[in-house]
């Protein structure tokens, strides 16, 4: 939480939510039941990234000038398990560079939807 001084009168103080890097230990780490856990969190999570998508897709044609701003990229890489992890950390680092606080010019701005989902994929 940081404090919003600026809506405070006298005693009176204001606090916002503070986006952050919210990570967990990975699964070699984790007990069955923390695993277990983050499991349905994840289940539920991307049933509700789908629904988020099907909502966009029935509004598109109302939204002007951002009706272009779906993109789509689907792919693969072959890299070793500390590459993997040098890719998560440059794609948390490019989100990060592009995140933006609150501008004055809120009416141009929108907020998109990122996602990533990585899993290694079975071997053929």
Do not use: C
Request: aromatic content about 10%.
């Amino acid at each position: 939480m940081a404090e919003v001084p600026e809506q405070g009168h006298g005693r009176e103080r204001w606090w916002r939510a503070v986006e952050m890097d919210l990570r967990f230990a990975p699964a070699s780490q984790q007990s069955d039941e923390m695993r277990a856990v983050l499991d349905e969190m994840n289940r539920l999570t991307l049933a509700a990234d789908l629904e988020l998508f099907a909502r966009f897709q029935l509004e598109r044609d109302d939204l002007g000038p951002w009706v272009d701003a779906m993109r789509f990229s689907r792919g693969s890489i072959d890299v070793t398990a500390a590459d993997f992890d040098a890719f998560f950390e440059d794609y948390i680092a490019l989100l990060n560079r592009y995140a933006q606080p609150a501008r004055d010019n809120k009416a141009e701005t929108r907020p998109i939807a990122v996602r990533l989902l990585t899993f290694p994929a079975p071997r053929s």
